[in-house]
């Protein structure tokens, strides 16, 4: 039986699951997988070096799948940032039309992307400021609790509370990330007031996600408590995997006497932690996991995957309505 929430209709899907946005990971492979197995994939946009290889890349998805896909769209803090309206104009130009914002100022971005009848599902850790985004129009809001990978944000909720304070609060329609792995967890966020989830990690560890298979057994084979946070002491706290370079970067951080960044800076480096999904060496740099990794203990393809959570969101959600009846219970 097919869903039918304000996701699957508005971007004309058949599982209401996005998959996040990840940077190194997100490559028209996993993409065009994700979208040709009902789901919605997403290309990250800042994993292409410029605007024009990003054009490409778009290009490429488009004969991998005959589906909708997306794009992911990241503004981070930087000296020098990479030209966000040019990515934004290139994702116009080749007729996507799904973006994920996220990250820090998107107005303007956001705003050039609606003018073109762009649907956006903007990421945000906060009611406050998927509030912000929603006064700057967006589609949907994708609520990222405290159990996500990556950018958790500095105020610890998780998505028990935010899923609900967004059902409460915010009036347009939204989508649970962070924490997802199966049907469970959908018929979960579901009945909690979402439209669907948004997976990150759990994507990581598929046939088709185009990194090394040993950081895919790294994820099979660890717990949930195997994350760290690092960052929190400069307010960009990050959910990683905790390998022995993220638990050093973390003692830096306890133990520096100067409160200096740039002690850190060198554990953190991203083209390290891209070398891993490269080299395959888990420990080579930091790279990003969710809390999710205790739930995930298989590589599927992205088909088998999204089957599975179809039917285990089915079976949940006919068990849960089975638990409830008119009829007076004879032991009563
Ligand atoms: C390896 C990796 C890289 C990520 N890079 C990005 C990114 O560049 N931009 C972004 O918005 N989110 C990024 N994320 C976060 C995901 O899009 C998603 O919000 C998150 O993984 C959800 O939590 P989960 O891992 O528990 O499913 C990344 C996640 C992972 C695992």
């Not at 991998?64 to 992911?72: A, L």
């Not at 849960?320 to 032991?331: R, Y």
Request: net charge neutral; glycine share 10%.
């Amino acid at each position: 039986m097919p869903f039918n929430t304000a996701l699957t209709r508005k971007l004309g899907i058949r599982v209401p699951v996005v998959q996040g946005g990840m940077q190194w990971v997100g490559y028209a492979e996993l993409a065009s997988a994700v979208s040709n197995a009902g789901g919605l994939g997403l290309l990250t946009a800042l994993t292409q070096p410029t605007p024009e290889d990003l054009r490409k890349e778009i290009r490429r998805c488009r004969t991998m799948t005959k589906y909708p896909f997306g794009v992911n769209l990241t503004l981070l803090p930087a000296i020098v940032p990479p030209d966000y309206a040019a990515y934004a104009q290139v994702i116009i130009d080749e007729g996507v039309k799904i973006v994920e914002t996220a990250g820090n100022n998107p107005g303007p971005v956001i705003t050039q992307l609606k003018k073109a009848g762009t649907i956006i599902l903007h990421k945000c850790t906060t009611i406050r400021h998927a509030k912000s985004a929603v006064k700057l129009g967006v589609d949907f809001l994708s609520i990222d609790g405290f159990e996500c990978a990556g950018h958790v944000g500095e105020h610890d909720i998780t998505n028990f509370i935010l899923l609900s304070r967004a059902r409460q609060e915010l009036g347009i329609p939204f989508i649970a990330s962070g924490g997802f792995a199966d049907g469970q967890g959908l018929a979960a966020a579901l009945a909690l007031g979402a439209e669907g989830i948004n997976m990150g990690t759990r994507f990581m560890s598929t046939v088709e996600a185009p990194i090394h298979q040993k950081v895919k057994e790294a994820i099979v084979a660890a717990q949930e408590t195997d994350t760290a946070l690092v960052l929190r002491r400069w307010k960009n706290t990050s959910r990683l995997f905790a390998n022995k370079v993220a638990k050093d970067a973390l003692k830096v951080e306890q133990e520096t006497k100067t409160g200096e960044f740039s002690e850190v800076q060198p554990y953190v480096s991203g083209q390290r932690g891209r070398q891993v999904f490269i080299n395959g060496d888990v420990d080579f740099g930091v790279w990003t996991a969710g809390q999710v990794i205790g739930l995930i203990h298989d590589i599927p393809t992205c088909e088998v995957l999204l089957t599975r959570i179809e039917k285990e969101a089915l079976e949940a959600m006919t068990r849960t309505s089975s638990l409830f009846t008119d009829a007076p219970s004879s032991k009563l």
